[in-house]
């Protein structure tokens, strides 16, 4: 195995922790929201983890776009959807994806009362997973699944 697919497996495996614990902050976050919860302890750790797994994924990805052979830099690149879509489309919306999280965790951080802090973090989190499920949806690759 090279560095490319050790990056690449690292890469697309962990994308079930992000998604699974981000799916828990948002649940949770809903939970609190309209439910009128206190904001624990557990929630705060799970919305912290949650970015902290986003961040992580962001260097994982870093690595992988400087190793991978559909990262092209060429005159033809915005031609070709595949490598448009890895050169500029994927990074660009996971980066996104992952300043909402960021923004959502430092907004939420601040507020004091618990229903706002819920609120903040449901909605900046929802964003961010939107945004990530169409970005996977886009690469044409299966949502569930690694590429060979
Ligand atoms: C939450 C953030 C992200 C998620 C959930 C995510 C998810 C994925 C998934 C599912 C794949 C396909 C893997 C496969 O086919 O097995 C992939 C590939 C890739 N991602 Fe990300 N990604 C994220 C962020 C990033 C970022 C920020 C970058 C660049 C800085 C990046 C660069 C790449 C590259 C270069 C590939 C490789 C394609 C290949 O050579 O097959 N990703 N990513």
């Known amino acids: 195995m090279n560095a490319y697919s050790f990056f690449k497996y690292f890469h697309s495996g ?3 922790f992000v998604i699974i ?3 828990l ?3 949770s976050a809903f939970a609190g929201w309209f439910g009128k919860k206190q904001y624990t302890e557990a929630n705060r750790k799970t919305n912290l983890i ?3 797994l986003f961040h992580t994924q962001l260097l994982i990805g870093l690595v992988l776009y400087f190793l991978s052979p559909f990262v ?5 690149t915005m031609k070709d959807p595949m490598a448009r879509y890895w050169t ?3 990074i660009t919306m996971m980066i996104f994806a992952i300043v909402l999280v960021t923004i959502g965790h430092a907004k939420s951080k601040r507020i004091t009362l ?3 802090k819920h609120r903040t973090i449901a909605i900046f989190y929802s964003l961010a997973f939107l945004v990530v499920v169409v970005a996977i949806i886009q690469s044409h690759r299966p949502f569930f699944g690694i590429t060979q």
């Open 72 to 76: 092209v830099f060429a005159k033809t």
């Open 88 to 90: 500029v489309e994927h």
């Open 114 to 116: 618990p229903v706002g």
């Open 25 to 27: 902050a948002i649940i």
């Open 14 to 16: 962990f994308r079930y």
């Open 21 to 23: 614990v981000v799916l």
């Open 50 to 52: 949650a970015m902290i």
